[in-house]
């Protein structure tokens, strides 16, 4: 079945360095990769998304490269920040499905 | 707008017990979701909708039924409660675009069930 994978399951980073979290996917006809930060007692939110159709996205601080004939993504964070310390949840869906798989989330720690 | 909401916040059963699970939108989105996340584990999907009147099953359905009466509301109904249904429970509710372009997942703030 389908099946997201993500690594590492924990990361340790000292402010000011950058975070980089992995994930594979097994659905070949997957073309939308979203990431979801969840903070310590919250729910889940949106952070950045990508589609198939491009190879990396950016927004401020956190980027997103798309690799589709490895079938795999990664989240990027530079100069991380206090704030950053969450868990991470990659995603991967068709469009024309109605649900999405998630990866099993990195939980990232910002050592000051 | 309230976004995504669920109730109750917080529950205790005793296993065998029965509880109902509410979850909210009204964001008008087509698709509502439920997912139990365990540590480690991340997010498995339960039970999802994506219209009124309409359910299917997800990674984990055993154990849950579900119901789509309104848009507006998706009902997570645990019939006989086990320990290994100790979770937290988080709703979902998305929108399917123009060429069922998929779009951004809203989740609520979560149930934490507990049954003894």
């Known amino acids: 079945g389908e099946n997201v994978e993500q690594h590492p399951s924990t990361l340790s980073v000292q402010e000011g360095d950058s975070a980089v979290i992995k994930c594979t996917y097994s659905d070949s006809a997957s073309n939308y990769f979203p990431w979801y930060k969840q903070e310590l007692g919250k729910r889940p939110q949106l952070i950045i998304d990508i589609r198939s159709n491009v190879g990396e996205k950016k927004d401020q601080r956190i980027a997103v490269t798309l690799n589709k004939t490895a079938k795999h993504f990664s989240l990027h964070i530079t100069e991380t920040q206090p704030e950053d310390s969450a868990v991470y949840f990659c995603a991967a869906s068709r469009s024309s499905a109605s649900k999405i798989i998630f990866g099993s989330g990195t939980r990232l720690s910002i050592r000051p | ?116």
């Not at chain 2, 365990?38 to 359910?55: A, K, N």
């Not at chain 2, 979770?87 to 779009?103: E, K, M, Q, R, T």
Request: with cysteine; hydrophobic share 30%; charged share 15%.
């Open chain 2, 1 to 116: 707008n309230a976004g995504v909401t669920q109730t109750p916040k917080f529950r205790v059963l005793k296993t065998g017990q029965s509880m109902t699970l509410l979850c909210a939108q009204d964001m008008n989105h087509e698709y509502m979701y439920w997912y139990r996340q365990d540590p480690g584990m991340g997010l498995r999907l339960i039970h999802y909708s994506v219209g009124e009147g309409t359910t299917a099953k997800g990674e984990v359905p055993d154990g849950y039924n579900v119901s789509r009466l309104k848009k507006q509301n998706f009902l997570l109904g645990l019939e006989s409660a086990a320990p290994s249904q100790t979770s937290v429970y988080f709703c979902a509710s998305s929108y399917s675009g123009p060429s069922g372009i998929y779009n951004e997942q809203f989740f609520g703030p979560g149930t934490r069930l507990t049954v003894l």
